[in-house]
């Protein structure tokens, strides 16, 4: 996820702060591998975020406090998981929520677009 961020600071945000990453992220990876750990939530960053690494998919959960405010439901079945996106706020509250991040800080501004570059893209992953 960190080199999406540098990507969209660079191409973007360039007064955007990267926030904090893991130090020995290949470490942690070579644990994940190792146990065959299939699926990892993170959600530092606030945004919907999915990704494959070395066969582990990372899904970044947003958050109920800024921009968009929503949670995920996992559906885990014997066939796969199956990942909804539920908002918690209806279209005015979107789109306060959207204003008030987006006027925090150029770090908030970039985390904020890049959250609604990847609610226009949902879905996010389709492995059917």
């Given at each position: 996820m960190s080199d999406q961020l540098v990507q969209h600071r660079d191409n973007n945000e360039p007064e955007m702060a990267i926030p904090p990453?893991?130090?020995?992220?290949?470490?942690?990876?070579?644990?994940?591998?190792?146990?065959?750990?299939?699926?990892?939530?993170?959600?530092?960053?606030?945004?919907?975020?999915?990704?494959?690494?070395?066969?582990?998919?990372?899904?970044?959960?947003?958050?109920?406090?800024?921009?968009p405010q929503s949670y995920l439901v996992f559906d885990v079945g014997p066939d796969g998981?199956?990942?909804?996106?539920?908002?918690?706020?209806?279209?005015?509250?979107?789109?306060l929520g959207h204003y008030e991040r987006h006027q925090d800080s150029d770090t908030g501004k970039g985390l904020t677009d890049m959250a609604a570059i990847r609610l226009a893209q949902f879905p996010l992953v389709d492995e059917s």
């Open positions: 990453t893991m130090r020995e992220p290949e470490a942690f990876l070579d644990v994940l591998e190792a146990h065959d750990a299939p699926l990892l939530v993170t959600g530092h960053l606030h945004l919907p975020s999915a990704t494959r690494e070395r066969g582990v998919r990372e899904i970044m959960s947003p958050t109920t406090c800024s921009f998981t199956e990942i909804r996106l539920h908002p918690v706020a209806d279209h005015e509250g979107m789109m």
